[in-house]
């Protein structure tokens, strides 16, 4: 279980997240909905210790993120932003420096064929195409099946069919191992085929957090929920 | 395998994969050989007023420890840290399941490393090329003493060349400010004798201390102590930064 509490984190321009506070249950596919530069990044970094001069807890499991960091990181897997990769090694190379321990060395081959990666292992990251460096980012998170999984906008640069794909993986990782994923996003039917419950990041701050189940109960779509949430505010701003 | 030992190899293995450090290493052997051919030649024209050395490794021990290894170690930091935030892979490092304290000094040992390296290299090319020009081993043990020796001034540089690349961030202005910080220490060092008893890059021939009873022990404590504050201030200075670095 993570817990977020008073979450701040403001860059020189004032941009960031304000003391957002938000549970994250094990077992459950989070999906952060918000617009560019709402902060959806910032807190993903957060959650990863990247922009460690944050104020407010980060409790995963009962243990303070800034106290237990090493044991956090050995069970998270991420793609933040952009795939960061090595273009001057191959695509096995990447995976090896992204391996969290010595034994997900051993996961490679698996990793890089359920990202349809198996036959370029051998060629540099440096000549793959946008698509195929989202797919091995991908692939460096899911590395060594971790138990919480970060995923920053993951689908960006994907076809339809990886996308589905992708969906499919996640949900199929959910279900057999239990894996916590937290997902951000800004196309709101992405968040509705993947996630269990989404939380709209509006500006630095949490403005709705519900079940998907819930959402669409209420509303028509995952699209209207946003919107309605996204208007709500700025009225009253 | 601890988790430092892991991250450490993955430095090592990031740099044993950049060729310029073959070309640098490959470069210093030119300069032996050059340094061997030239007096080998000035002995024939000069029919042997000017003798060929005897000890070719400890000759070229100043341009090892002062500039080989230094410009190695220098460009290693950059790959490890200045390149590594401009092409947004230190993500990948930080993801790693260990603190920024332990991956800050993975990547300075993995830089060490390198720089030690080249050194250990030095000493083997110098000692084949002496006995190849039938000096033997004459003074091997001294000389294997003072490269090793001479590897600890070493990891001054290290973190001066960390310090230099978090302040900077873009690679190439890192790599040129952090070998024009150097130099200008060494030529500091150089014609201002005051300067020269502060700067730790004075002690880069720390064999000559050691090894060769030159200084009162007074002194020699002081120049220790020069160099072992000056490493564990740039320490603390580039944990500080690369702590609080925003990714």
Known sequence: MIEIKSLTKLYKNKRGIRGISLDIRDGEILGLLGPNGSGKTTLMKALLSLVPDYSGDIIVDGNDLRDDLENVLARTGALIEAPSVYKRLTAYQNLCLAARRQEDTEDIDRVLDIVGLSQYKNERAGHFSLGMKQRLGIAAAVLGTPDIIVLDEPTNGLDIESVVELREYIHKLNRENGTTFIISGHIASEIEKLCTRAAVIYEGEIIANESIEKILSLYPSMEEFFLNKVRERRGSI | ?247
Do not use: W
């Open chain 2, 1 to 247: 395998m601890s988790r430092f030992t892991f991250a450490y190899k993955k430095e090592c293995f990031k740099l044993l994969h950049r060729k310029k450090y073959i070309v640098l290493v490959i470069l210093g052997i030119l300069v032996s050989i050059v340094r061997y051919g030239g007096t080998a030649l000035l002995a024939r024209l000069s029919e042997d007023t000017i003798k060929l050395t005897s000890r070719l490794s400890l000759e070229m021990l100043p341009f090892a420890v002062e500039i080989l290894a230094p410009t190695v170690i220098l460009f290693a930091v950059c790959d490890l840290f200045a390149t590594e935030l401009s092409n947004d892979t230190m993500k990948v490092s930080l993801l790693q399941p260990v603190s920024r304290f332990k991956l800050l000094t993975a990547k300075a040992a993995a830089a060490l490393t390198a720089g030690a390296a080249s050194l250990i290299v030095m000493f083997v090319v110098n000692l084949i090329i002496q006995i190849v020009a039938g000096n033997g081993f004459s003074g091997m043990g001294a000389a294997f003493a003072a490269y090793l020796i001479d590897i600890v001034p070493l990891v001054g540089i290290v973190f001066l060349g960390i310090t230099v690349n978090l302040l900077i961030g873009a690679p190439a202005g890192a790599a040129i400010c952090s070998i024009a910080v150097y130099a200008a220490m060494k030529y500091l060092g150089l014609y201002t004798s005051a300067a020269n008893t502060l700067l730790f890059t004075a002690a880069a021939k720390l064999h000559q201390m050691l090894l060769g009873h030159t200084l009162p022990f007074g002194a020699l404590m002081c120049r220790l102590g020069i160099l072992f504050g000056s490493i564990l201030i740039l320490y603390s200075v580039s944990y500080i930064i690369f702590d609080k670095k925003n990714i």
